[in-house]
């Protein structure tokens, strides 16, 4: 018989299994190359256990294959919440549990070593104090229970800060719903809806992402740092390998991708004074560390640096402050008035040029170009001169583009009348 079991200790571990089918996504056996087809086959169950509905098995040469199927606008919660149910307990955690509660139901205010006494003279059982202390003190930490020094000793009695309230106030259910699929930590709100019996029946959101519920952890750790003004040191595993990497520094601002909804720790180095991004779903875990000295004057630069910051990355390939690029757009203003709008709305500062009728300059300096290329794809055809002062960049856009003509079977663009964008009247670069 196979020691499989849903529930297992720690977070971390949860993050990692549902990362690896979810994320990364398409897993079999043979993906499997550090670990063996047992623990592929304990990790597969796991996941299947917790999210039944979704898992989907895809048959391919080489074996089958599970990966996660999640269409959040048809969705009333987000199914990746359960994975925050499946910690595991030992037979002492679920009797203390039930006991420790029910011996302060009164709202008395008891000790461990009472609390200890209670339960042998109530209940016939034997704990060490120390055992029912440390339970105590982990249940005021989660805020079930709570804790004043009285006298010489330290008491413990159930928290009053409760959600009882909201019985007599149904509306808030309705901010709740919302919260649980719009914002981060949307868990919270789901499990208070679920505490007092109600779902999701107004609701849905088109453009959710489901698997930013699994970062929630990092993510609230960050947030106390940056509160507190504290240092942070990451621990970092490739989304491409399985390297391990560690990151020091003062921890910022959370960056949130619009167009992919990936979230970014924005990373002060000290040792080499520069800013780094890091996705969170590649942060395996965090220690939070001593106080950063001059906060608010590396705060300060970052916001002066953003206004150079197409995207996350604050360095370019010829080490330079910054790249500058100037793109050439043709647009009819009779009929694509929509177009500058456009422009002028997506350029993040960018300054605009008319340079004659039917033709616009637009400028920009960035730390790094190459960010851009997602963006200036979408005006493919409208641009007649691209200017950069980035190697790099004129070589991938221009490589882009030869890829894309490639795939319909374009030699040349000329011979299909397609406008293609230059550089000083040359397009051979590579």
């Known amino acids: 018989m196979s020691d499989f079991n849903e529930l297992i200790k720690s977070f971390p571990k949860t993050r990692e299994y549902v990362r690896d089918f979810y994320v990364y996504g398409f897993k079999n056996r043979e993906d499997f190359k550090s670990k063996s087809p047992r623990t592929y086959d304990n990790e597969r169950r796991r996941l299947e256990s917790w999210l039944a509905p979704f898992v989907r098995k895809n048959y391919a040469t080489n074996g089958s294959n599970i990966s996660l199927a999640i269409d959040s606008n048809l969705l009333d919660t987000n199914p990746l919440f359960q994975v925050w149910k499946t910690k595991s307990f030992t037979d002492n955690d679920i009797t203390l549990h039930f006991i420790i509660l029910d011996i302060l139901a009164d709202r008395e205010k008891l000790s461990a070593e009472e609390i200890t006494d209670r339960i042998s003279s109530d209940y ?21 229970l709570a804790k004043e020094k009285s006298g010489k000793k330290v008491v413990y009695y159930i928290n009053t ?5 909201l019985i007599n106030n149904s509306e808030i259910f309705d901010a709740l719903f919302f919260f649980q699929l719009a914002e981060a930590f949307g868990e919270v709100g789901h499990f208070i809806t679920e505490q007092f019996d109600n779902s999701n029946e107004v609701f849905r959101v088109k453009h959710s992402f489901s698997v930013h519920t699994l970062e929630d952890e990092i993510l609230l750790s960050i947030i106390e740092a940056i509160k507190n003004k504290k240092q942070i040191k990451i621990e970092l595993k490739s989304t491409k390998s399985d390297n391990i990497t560690y990151q020091k520094g003062v921890p910022l601002e959370i960056f949130v991708s619009a167009r992919t909804g990936r979230r970014f720790i924005c990373l002060y180095q000290l040792e080499n004074m520069r800013f780094s991004c890091y996705r969170l779903d590649s942060i395996k875990s965090i220690d939070v560390l001593d106080n950063a000295t001059d906060y608010d004057v590396i705060k300060n630069k970052l916001d002066k640096n953003k206004e150079h910051l197409w995207g996350v990355s604050f360095q370019n390939d010829n080490n330079r402050r910054l790249d500058k690029l100037s793109v050439t757009i043709k647009i009819d203003e009779r009929y694509e008035k929509f177009i500058l709008t456009r422009l002028k709305k997506e350029g993040r500062g960018g ?8 033709l616009y300059k637009y400028e920009k300096e960035v730390f790094d170009c190459n960010e851009m290329i997602p963006w200036l794809r979408t005006f493919i055809g409208r641009i007649v001169n691209i200017q950069c002062t980035s190697p790099s960049f004129k070589r991938r856009f221009y490589r882009d583009l030869k890829a894309m003509f490639a795939m319909y079977n374009i030699e040349t663009a000329s011979e299909h009348n397609i406008p293609l964008p230059i550089e000083n009247g040359d397009v051979s670069h590579e």
Do not use: A, H, M, P
């Open 161 to 165: 800060l409760s959600f009882e309230w």
């Open 351 to 358: 300054t605009i040029e008319k340079i004659q009728d039917g």
């Open 124 to 144: 016939d059982l034997v704990y060490d104090t120390q055992t029912v202390r440390r339970k105590c003190n982990s249940y005021d930490k989660e805020g079930i």
